[in-house]
T-cell receptor, first 113, second 113 residues
């Protein structure tokens, strides 16, 4: 079970910020939120992850609510190359079988020119 | 190599034949995953190797599927007596440790005719 809920699709205008939501209401205290994306015909690509605090890197920002039951991935200036399926995943950060990455159905982000 | 390498990139086989798919992870990565992705579908977890621990085989769909990881490096996914429903892209990923980002290969496209 993916343990996350995401909208199946979203549109975004090129140059605008893309805000992708994810619900993970059953998240445990030791579970991180990870985001990956998969551009058509390619393998998935890691974007960012976080536990409690908001995180930012060269690709995106991750905003996690205080109760940790939901999060938002923000692409600040979307380009056509950001068109992809975006996956939100929760996983524990310890060794063992429960650490495996389980992908849900994701959100298809279509960046429009 | 710089990334995860999978071979062959494409494989066409006749129904009932056995196939072997190879994954060369990034050097030094202790965790290795296999997934499959049918056309237009999400990623289905198959198996997960972590260091010297027993692999998590919970995602293998039937006993026709097996995987090995020799010497903690190269992995081979074997499908015996292939069926048409086995047609999919088989993706391999590796990560430095169990709790770090996973890097994916480009996949092997398997077609069973």
């Amino acid at each position: 079970d993916a343990k996350t809920t995401q909208p199946p699709s979203m549109d975004c205008a090129e140059g605008r910020a893309a805000n992708l939501p994810c619900n993970h209401s059953t998240i445990s205290g030791n579970e991180y939120v990870y985001w990956y994306r998969q551009i058509h015909s390619q393998g998935p690509q890691y974007i960012i992850h976080g536990l409690k605090n908001n995180e930012t890197n060269e690709m995106a920002s991750l905003i996690i609510t205080e109760d940790r039951k939901s999060s938002t991935l923000i692409l600040p200036h979307a380009t056509l190359r950001d068109t992809a399926v975006y996956y939100c995943i929760v996983r524990v950060d310890t060794s063992g079988a429960t650490n495996k990455l389980i992908f849900g159905t994701g959100t298809l982000l279509a960046v429009q020119p | 190599g710089a990334g995860v390498s999978q071979s062959p990139s494409n494989k066409v086989t006749e129904k009932g034949k056995d196939v072997e798919l190879r994954c060369d992870p990034i050097s030094g990565h202790t965790a290795l995953y296999w997934y499959r992705q049918s056309l237009g579908q999400g990623l289905e977890f198959l198996i997960y190797f972590q260091g010297n621990s027993a692999p998590d085989k919970s995602g293998l769909p039937s006993d026709r599927f097996s995987a090995e990881r020799t010497g903690g490096s190269v992995s081979t996914l074997t499908i015996q007596r292939t069926q048409q429903e086995d047609s999919a892209v088989y993706l391999c990923a590796s990560s430095l440790r169990m709790n770090t980002e996973a890097f994916f290969g480009q996949g092997t496209r398997l077609t069973v005719v």
